[in-house]
């Protein structure tokens, strides 16, 4: 069984890397990121709470969103695999992740890390923001995801490191030129 999570800066292309991972691997798909802009267009409690803070480019809180990962988990039982997008993004997320993974007897296979200059990521994002409507495809809002990244989600990357569970993967390249060093990674873990 494969527990895979895909982790990098903001625009390095986890999403869309996500979509080829999944379907090659038969495994559940989770994007915290998708869910939360889901709860925000419905205007659930969850997403009236985080509307603001992600629309700045924050971080919505580690109780929210590790209440989303246990509901999630805990429904798909039959899951032959997980695939986690955008989580964990602080290091107190990481340490939860681990605490639910025993919960449901989960074994982490690898950490998936999407390495990208910043400036392709501006250009990325930007370009994004004009067709994706995304309340956070601005620059201000990218600016400070940026910020966000640096100071709380970069010592993920530690953390992982230490579990000798890290894999980098430079995520410069066309889709399919990348995708090839993501398989050729899972199919050695
Ligand atoms: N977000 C969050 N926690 C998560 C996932 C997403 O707070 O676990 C918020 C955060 O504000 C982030 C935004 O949702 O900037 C979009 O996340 P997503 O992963 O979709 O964006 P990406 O980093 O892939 O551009
Ligand atoms: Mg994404």
Same mark, same amino acid.
């Given at each position: 069984? !494969? =527990?895979?999570i895909i982790f990098g800066p903001p625009g390095a292309g986890k999403g869309t890397q996500s979509e080829f991972i999944k379907e090659k691997y038969n !495994?559940? +798909?989770?994007? &915290?990121?998708?869910?939360? /802009?889901?709860?925000?267009?419905?205007?659930t409690e969850i997403g009236l709470k985080v509307k603001e803070i992600i629309s700045k480019g924050g971080l919505a809180s580690d109780e929210i969103v590790a209440a989303i990962i246990d509901k999630f988990i805990a429904s798909h039982a039959d899951a032959n695999g997980f695939?986690?997008?955008?989580?964990p993004r602080t290091v107190k997320q990481a340490e939860i992740l681990e605490d639910l993974f025993k919960k449901y007897n989960i074994c982490l296979s690898g950490v998936l890390s999407?390495?990208? @200059?910043?400036d392709i990521l501006v250009e990325r994002m930007l370009e994004r923001g004009k067709t994706s409507g995304r309340a956070d495809d601005n620059i201000e809002s990218i600016r400070y /995801?940026? %910020?966000? +990244?640096? =100071?709380? &989600?970069? @010592? %993920? !990357?530690?953390? +992982?490191?230490?579990? *000798?569970? !890290?894999?980098?993967? *430079?995520? %410069?390249? &066309?889709?399919?030129?990348?995708?090839?060093?993501?398989?050729n990674v899972i199919d050695k873990i």
């Open positions: 069984m !494969l =527990n895979i !495994l559940t +798909y989770i994007s &915290t990121g998708q869910i939360l /802009r889901e709860e925000m267009a419905a205007e695939l986690f997008d955008g989580y999407l390495e990208v @200059p910043e /995801r940026f %910020v966000e +990244y640096d =100071n709380k &989600t970069k @010592p %993920v !990357l530690d953390f +992982y490191q230490q579990k *000798n569970a !890290l894999h980098a993967i *430079n995520g %410069v390249g &066309t889709i399919e030129e990348i995708f090839g060093k993501i398989c």
